[in-house]
């Protein structure tokens, strides 16, 4: 069966899956190999909870003219996918970067749905799968589509832009993200910059931050619509921002007051601002969404539990959002500070200068204490009155439950892996 088939049988489902658990009535199932299973084995199941059809690559688990028999059912969902956006031909917004990648599509999202149809990634589902399942979430109402992109290796973004053919492009940052798999930083910066090449190579539209001088030198020679703080030059010139907690954007005289704490948050708002006005968003409408979008899933959302205010942005953490995140937790007026950092994850052979790093740039906080947790950096430690180091969450967690911390403003970060937000039941 060939690619032109496989389409005409998806549009009469409803949704698409690769995981049963969740598989919806009339959808495609595609069943997918893992590294530790093979979902070729759950397909009557998916048939049997209303799946239409299911794709597999192997021959064993066919059952009848509802299975679909394909040589890798991977690249049989790229392919479906790809051969979609083309059919489609609805404009596509696609960033990557190394931070503030779901809050920036997040906030691009509910700035343009003011004006347009628009669908974007669900949750992080940016990789070589997850971009493929947003692609075919899109239809023939869709006005504007959002794809987020992640990388953690080169020739990602380069693969996955081939995929979605964006019309447009924007890199939130280049951190200190995924240090092991793209080799250090400037596999980071030719990683990302990936999307650049694949804008200029046809001929697309990129947004630039121009706060940012690495964004200015990868895009020089793109066709591109620019922000910054007090640039005139700027296509759209914010006036100021400031953050104590939440973010507050100035621009064309109006005062913005977001619901996002942080000034490493002022990038991705005025990334989103930028893209509404350039979609031709009112002003009104601009503000209104911005202002009305809360975060959740553990990124920086500011939360009271007893007498404590908390700053939790466990979702994940790299050695440039904790720095920026440490960095605007120290600007906070508050009286009594508690940060409470765990480790980073997929740092390589950079890792233990990282975390020392990390502890270092603390070393002249007097306000509060710092609660350092996990291996990377107890391997760090040094002796402080007010550095607190612990191997594990479990040694924290009884520490936590025998002193009892109140009255505090506090910051909880880390990587995804280390599940900080498990301290909220110990506070």
Known sequence: MDILQIHSLF????????????????SLF????????????????????????????NKDYYIDQRTILVENSLLALQELAKFHRNFLKL??????????????????????????????????LNNHIGVPLTLLTFTSETEIGIVEMGANHKKEIEFLCELAKP????????GKAHLEGFGGVEGVIAGKSEMYEYL???????FVNLEDPIQIEKSKNIKAFSFGIDKQIANINITSVCANPFVVVEYQNQTITTQLIGLYNANNINAALTIGKYFEVSDLEVKNALESYIPENNRSQLLSKGTNQIILDAYNANPSSMMVAIQNFIQLESPNKTMILGDMFELGSESEYEHKAIVDSLLEVENGSCYFIGNAFFAAKITKSNFFFYENFEVFSNYLKQNKISDSSILIKGSRG???ERTLDFL
């Open 30 to 57: 595609v069943a997918i190999k893992g590294e530790n299973f093979d979902a070729n084995t759950f397909v009557y199941e998916a048939l049997q909870k209303g799946a239409s059809y299911v794709i597999i690559d």
């Open 418 to 420: 280390m599940a900080l």
């Open 200 to 206: 200029f190579k046809n001929d697309k539209l990129a």
């Open 167 to 174: 019309d447009y492009g924007y890199i939130t940052n280049f």
């Open 91 to 124: 404009p596509i917004i696609a960033l990557t970067g190394s931070n503030g990648k779901t809050t920036t599509k997040e906030l691009i999202q509910v700035v343009l749905a003011k004006k347009y149809n628009t669908k974007a990634t669900i949750g992080n």
């Open 11 to 26: 549009l009469k489902c409803k949704s698409v899956s690769i995981d049963t658990r969740k598989i919806e009535p009339e």
